[in-house]
């Protein structure tokens, strides 16, 4: 079935719009994550990991790394090379299903407010660039 010129419209409004999310979302996440220098020291010094696993801030390096990563190519080019592969891993990359992570997030003891709210915002971000990468397959 074809889609009709106002529907094809629509369908583009709403990559633009979540484009337009992602990229106030990416500012947001940048200055959280500056503001959340003193709770991340805190990280480092609390949750030494054993041997043979990733501590907790070098699970958060690789997501922010990655999620940031994805978000800036839409900002600046309006895509991501390889988006089903992308959009697998992103799938994939549930930030509260990482043992280090949860460690402490889920912690009601460990009182990080501001670097809690960091990895929730962190994680909607994932979830936008999942729907914008889905938006641009459907209008393809």
Do not use: C, H, W
Not at 89 to 95: A, D, E, P, S, Y
């Amino acid at each position: 079935m074809a889609l009709t010129v106002s529907e094809t419209d629509a369908k583009l409004q709403d990559v633009e719009l979540t484009k337009k999310k992602i990229i106030q979302l990416l500012e947001q996440v940048t200055i959280d994550y500056q503001n959340s220098v003193e709770e991340i020291k805190k990280i480092a010094v609390d949750f030494i990991p054993s041997q043979d696993e990733f501590s907790s801030l070098e699970e958060i390096e690789l997501l922010t790394t990655d999620i940031r990563g994805y978000a800036s190519q839409i900002k600046t080019r309006g895509y991501i090379n390889n988006p089903s592969i992308v959009i697998a891993k992103l799938q994939k990359m549930r930030i509260f299903d990482i043992t280090q992570i949860s460690r402490f997030y889920f912690d009601n003891q460990i009182n990080l407010p501001v670097f809690k709210a960091y990895l929730r915002m962190l994680d909607y971000l994932r979830l936008l660039i999942l729907e914008y990468l889905a938006l641009q397959q459907q209008n393809s």
